[in-house]
């Protein structure tokens, strides 16, 4: 699941519980964050931020153990690998191809959007800022500049396009040699993307309640 799933599933958890937040929401999402700095997720000394980070945690087990993720995967994989697509991308294609498209079909909430870009606004906050110590010295900075950008950009975007889908998983694997995605190898997945698009969409809402079931949560707006 990426970042704004976990913002969605936060947001969903603190909504059970009373007020939603923002430092649970952004703890929800900063491994992800992490991984895209391409460092180690920091360490976190806010109460709600190091509880949002064990929630990632738990909500990434919850999801990547669903039998809605297990068989978006399962098909995407097949596609591909039927038309050609080494085995190794096909998998990586299939795990974060599914989480881009849910990405896309989840932006619709606006109770997530909202939750999602108050997170990023408030880790621009001196007291947040404070309490996140990242690993390398360099990195604080850029992350900073992540959450500008990301609060800038607004509202996750809705179903963007193939072509935009299948360019990003180019982009996301292209420092990985063994993985990477060349020319004819991205006209077939953007020929997934769109063919699979309209199942995951759909089948999104499914996935939603399977993972409150996983993770004991009350169920969410329908």
Same mark, same amino acid.
Do not use: K
């Given at each position: 699941?990426?970042?704004?799933?976990?913002?969605?599933?936060?947001?969903?958890?603190?909504?059970?519980?009373?007020?939603?937040?923002?430092?649970?929401?952004?703890?929800?999402?900063?491994?992800?964050?992490?991984?895209?700095?391409?460092?180690?997720?920091?360490?976190?000394?806010?109460?709600?931020?190091?509880?949002?980070?064990?929630?990632?945690?738990?909500?990434?087990?919850?999801?990547?153990?669903?039998?809605?993720?297990?068989?978006?995967?399962?098909?995407?994989?097949?596609?591909?690998?039927?038309?050609?697509?080494?085995?190794?991308?096909?998998?990586?294609?299939?795990?974060?191809?599914?989480?881009?498209?849910?990405?896309?079909?989840?932006?619709?909430?606006?109770?997530?959007?909202?939750?999602?870009?108050?997170?990023?606004?408030?880790?621009?906050?001196?007291?947040?800022?404070?309490?996140?110590?990242?690993?390398?010295?360099?990195?604080?900075?850029?992350?900073?500049?992540?959450?500008?950008?990301?609060?800038?950009?607004?509202?996750?975007?809705?179903?963007?396009?193939?072509?935009?889908? &299948?360019?990003? %998983?180019? !982009?996301? =694997?292209?420092? @990985?040699?063994? /993985? +990477?995605?060349?020319? *004819?190898?991205?006209?077939?997945?953007?020929?997934?993307?769109?063919?699979?698009?309209?199942?995951?969409?759909?089948? &999104?809402?499914? %996935?939603? !309640?399977? =993972?409150?079931? @996983?993770?004991? /949560? +009350?169920?969410?707006? *329908?």
């Amino acid at each position: 699941m990426n970042f704004f799933g976990h913002a969605l599933i936060a947001q969903r958890h603190e909504a059970t519980r009373g007020p939603i937040r923002a430092e649970f929401v952004l703890g929800a999402m900063l491994p992800d964050f992490a991984s895209m700095l391409r460092t180690r997720p920091p360490l976190a000394t806010i109460a709600a931020l190091s509880a949002g980070v064990s929630f990632h945690h738990q909500t990434d087990d919850a999801f990547h153990g669903s039998q809605s993720f297990l068989e978006f995967s399962r098909q995407a994989s097949s596609f591909l690998g039927d038309r050609g697509l080494p085995r190794g991308t096909a998998r990586a294609v299939a795990h974060v191809g599914v989480e881009l498209l849910l990405d896309g079909a989840f932006a619709s909430e606006n109770g997530a959007n909202e939750a999602y870009l108050s997170a990023v606004a408030c880790a621009s906050s001196e007291r947040v800022q404070g309490c996140i110590h990242w690993h390398t010295g360099d990195v604080s900075e850029r992350f900073q500049h992540l959450c500008r950008s990301l609060q800038n950009r607004g509202r996750f975007q809705e179903n963007p396009a193939s072509e935009l889908i &299948a360019e990003r %998983l180019q !982009r996301i =694997l292209a420092d @990985r040699p063994r /993985l +990477a995605i060349d020319e *004819r190898g991205l006209l077939v997945v953007r020929e997934w993307v769109e063919s699979a698009r309209v199942g995951i969409t759909s089948g &999104a809402p499914h %996935l939603l !309640r399977e =993972l409150e079931q @996983r993770l004991h /949560l +009350a169920p969410g707006p *329908r």
